[in-house]
Nanobody, 121 residues
Framework: QVQLLESGGGSVQAGGSLRLSCAASVISEPSYCMGWFRQAPGKEREDVARIDYYGTTRYADSMKDRFTISRDKSINILYLQMNSLKPEDTAMYYC???????????????WGQGTQVTVSS
């Protein structure tokens, strides 16, 4: 059974940086696409970024100049480097995985428990 474990969340002031990590054995599997999502209180979950095994990425427009997703296959860690954080980035951040397709509207099959990011002004 695939398990995802996020870490790295916390509280930071606006303009600061955080790096989230997601540990999962499938990060080194070619068939798995990995992604980051977030959900703020009272809002729908939104796509942050995704990456396939070969390093192809896609970002939400509002984050692509500030966030970087990466995948270290040697140690099975997925990262999300977040710079120039804004109060509106405050949310629970989730790591997710799915097989075969990466950039279409298919469902994500595995989710982590989430890590909280809070950005104060």
């Amino acid at each position: 059974q695939v398990q995802l474990l996020e870490s790295g969340g916390g509280s930071v002031q606006a303009g600061g940086s955080l790096r989230l990590s997601c540990a999962a054995s499938v990060i080194s599997e070619p068939s798995y696409c990995m992604g980051w999502f977030r959900q703020a209180p009272g809002k729908e979950r939104e796509d942050v970024a995704r990456i396939d095994y070969y390093g192809t990425t896609r970002y939400a427009d509002s984050m692509k100049d500030r966030f970087t997703i990466s995948r270290d296959k040697s140690i099975n860690i997925l990262y999300l480097q977040m710079n120039s954080l804004k109060p509106e980035d405050t949310a629970m951040y989730y790591c997710a995985a799915r097989r075969w397709t990466c950039f279409d509207g298919s469902q994500w099959s595995v989710w982590g428990q989430g890590t909280q990011v809070t950005v104060s002004s």
